[in-house]
């Protein structure tokens, strides 16, 4: 098993930013991919962005392309999602989530470990 505790939502203005932390605990995969999920209310969970288990590949989705920056500190087994320039559609529950593998599988069913989500609200 692997546990996925994310942190560093919160309420802010359109164009600020705000770090999200996810650390993970448990089970350890010889390679794997760690990536960020957004949910928005009434919309299906949708990706952000991955990374591989070195760090030294990255992935994004369009939309936040530019704007957001996946990082990890593998010592620390934590992955970071720096989020600049926020948009009122950034608004979302922000999932981290965990595959075996080397691939970036953007769709959610790929990923096998999940976290509990942090909300975030950016606001006008």
């Known amino acids: 098993q692997v546990q996925l505790v994310e942190s560093g939502g919160g309420l802010v203005q359109a164009g600020e930013s705000l770090t999200l932390s996810c650390a993970a605990s448990g089970r350890t995969f010889s390679g794997y991919v760690m990536g960020w999920f957004r949910q928005a209310p009434g919309k299906e969970r949708e990706f952000v962005a991955a990374i591989s288990w070195s760090g030294s590949r990255t992935n994004y989705a369009d939309s936040v392309k530019g704007r957001f920056t996946i990082s990890k500190d593998i010592a620390k087994n934590t992955v970071y999602l720096q989020m600049n320039s926020l948009k009122l559609e950034d608004t979302a529950v922000y999932y981290c989530?965990?595959?075996?593998?080397?691939?970036?599988?953007?769709?959610?069913?790929?990923?096998?470990?999940w976290g509990q989500g942090t909300q975030v609200t950016v606001s006008s």
């Open positions: 989530a965990v595959r075996g593998g080397s691939y970036f599988y953007t769709q959610p069913s790929e990923y096998d470990y």
